[in-house]
């Protein structure tokens, strides 16, 4: 999956901090392959994140895992102004809703 999210530029320093703190954590899941999250140097306030999985249990279980639950809870309190997932498939890139 990857992932583009547009913030507010008075929120990217927190969005940054709170991106790569789940890096440490995530990164260490069982299942997971890679979890790379960085910021955009052309565009300020744009973010990428970027994360593989071994199978879509493994995903699902970090879906709804607490931390990962918290994480999100914080990233609401922030104002992302847009956001773009995608997940892909050897076959083929679909857009998530």
Known sequence: MVGTYKVDPAD??????LAADSV???SQKEG????IASQDLRQPGVFHLSEGWARQAALDEH???????AMLEK????R???????????EGRTLAS
């Open 12 to 17: 990217a320093a927190a969005f940054a901090k």
């Open 24 to 26: 440490d954590v995530i």
């Open 32 to 35: 997971c392959l890679y979890y």
């Open 63 to 69: 879906m709804n895992s607490p931390d990962f639950k």
């Open 75 to 78: 990233a609401m309190t922030l």
């Open 80 to 90: 992302i102004l847009s956001r773009e997932i995608y997940v892909s498939e050897s």
